[in-house]
């Protein structure tokens, strides 16, 4: 492992060991561009950062995608409002306005483009706002394929009112060598759904009594595979989110996309924190 990758995810483990949010260290784009972008017809891809914000694995997942070939309006949407770290993970109400927000986009970019595809996807923390998002959106509404990396949600959560909401598959990149982050991490300060356990993203979902066994069979689970080293995942917490790996291994899961109808743009609300 490099010596980029280690400060990468020291950082990380600061940000979720600190016990305040800090002081927001980057400037929000200007919100109608952003709003612009979602909305603008064509495919979206929209993606959700993990507690600690826009950062640059973000923008290397984003960049291995677009090497793939993946054209759409991409949009990442930094949900910790700049105060990333354990304020980010613990604002359980927040986060529920957050994803409703993003619910809001989704089901706007429908009725402006109806059929168009949308693409989700989230790392870490942001998979909790990706799922409530999903759960929030209106009946007729659906997204086409969704990607949780290492997702920091409780492994029992019901994910059915979820899958509604989804046409294709939810693919779940899960590591056991995930240990400091979600295992020690989420069973010390919490998963983003409140609970002190193991996250998913360390062992994988499990389905809960009472869920429903039809929506589930759209969920497909991807432990971490040895091999995958060659992309630059090494199993830990930011391994799926290699420029390499999201290049051969999440863009065929995304699948060809075809050209937005209006020029291709990646929107943030936010510059990312290295």
Not at 9 to 25: F, Y
Not at 144 to 168: E, F, I, W
Request: with cysteine; charged share 15%; aromatic share 8%.
């Amino acid at each position: 492992m490099d010596r980029n990758r280690i400060w990468i995810l020291l950082g990380i483990l600061l940000s979720i060991a600190s016990a305040v949010g800090g002081q927001a260290t980057t400037q929000p784009a200007p919100a109608d561009s952003f709003r612009a972008i979602v909305l603008a017809k064509g495919p979206l891809l929209l993606h959700l950062p993990g507690v600690g914000g826009y950062m640059g694995i973000d923008h290397h997942m984003i960049a291995g995608l677009r090497d793939a070939g993946i054209q759409a309006n991409i949009v990442v949407y930094d949900w910790t409002e700049h105060h990333p770290g354990i304020t980010a993970l613990q604002s359980y109400q927040r986060n529920h306005q957050e994803a409703q927000r993003v619910a809001e986009l989704i089901a706007e970019h429908e009725e402006i483009d109806p059929g168009s595809p949308v693409y989700l996807t989230a790392h870490s923390g942001g998979c909790g706002i990706a799922a409530w998002a999903l759960e929030k959106l209106p009946a007729n509404v659906k997204v086409q394929t969704v990607l949780l990396m290492a997702p920091a949600l409780s492994p029992k959560y019901d994910l059915s009112a979820a899958l509604r909401h989804v046409n294709g598959k939810v693919y779940v990149f899960s590591s056991t060598l995930d240990t400091a982050v979600l295992n020690l991490g989420t069973r010390i300060f919490g998963t983003i759904d409140g609970v002190q356990t193991i996250a998913a993203g360390f062992c994988g979902f499990v389905q809960p009594a009472g869920a429903d066994n039809l929506m589930y069979q759209k969920l497909i689970e991807c432990p971490y595979q040895s091999d995958w080293i060659r992309y630059d995942d090494f199993g830990e917490h930011i391994g799926a989110m290699s420029r390499p790996f999201a290049t051969a291994i999440l863009a065929p899961l995304i699948g060809p996309v075809r050209a937005p109808t209006t020029q291709a743009a990646d929107a943030v609300d936010s510059k990312p924190n290295s």
